[in-house]
Nanobody, 125 residues
Framework: QVQPVETGGGLVQAGGSLRLSCTAS????????MGWYRQAPGKEREFVAS????????FYADSVQGRFTISRDDAKNTVYLQMNSLKPEDTAIYYC??????????????????WGQGTQVTVSS
């Protein structure tokens, strides 16, 4: 199973921006839905955003709607998470998901797929 690899995490001040990248090998990358989760210390992993295989549909958690943007570049086998207006509560390890299906039951979540090792994002106040 192909495992995605996340990069781009780091330390940023509140109000700043970061862009995370997730790459995965394989010629079928363009056929996969992609997504991002995050896990803050002492909290459960939570959905952040996802994008359909075509790029035509995107989904966001309420907590990041309007501040984060998910996009993909299939020529580079990469999905991006542009994070603007960052807040200290965005501090977490961010994980990329390859191939999971987006579901909704009052909030979005992913089912299945493979996970990367994560990248740390720290937002200072």
């Amino acid at each position: 199973q192909v495992q995605p690899v996340e990069t781009g995490g780091g330390l940023v001040q509140a109000g700043g921006s970061l862009r995370l990248s997730c790459t995965a090998s394989g010629r079928t990358f363009s056929s996969y839905d992609m997504g991002w989760y995050r896990q803050a210390p002492g909290k459960e992993r939570e959905f952040v955003a996802s994008i359909s295989w075509s790029g035509g549909a995107t989904f966001y958690a309420d907590s990041v709607q309007g501040r984060f943007t998910i996009s993909r570049d299939d020529a580079k086998n990469t999905v991006y998470l542009q994070m603007n207006s960052l807040k200290p509560e965005d501090t977490a390890i961010y994980y990329c998901n390859l191939g999971g299906a987006t579901h909704y039951d009052g909030s979005y979540y992913l089912v299945g797929g493979s996970w990367g090792q994560g990248t740390q994002v720290t937002v200072s106040s």
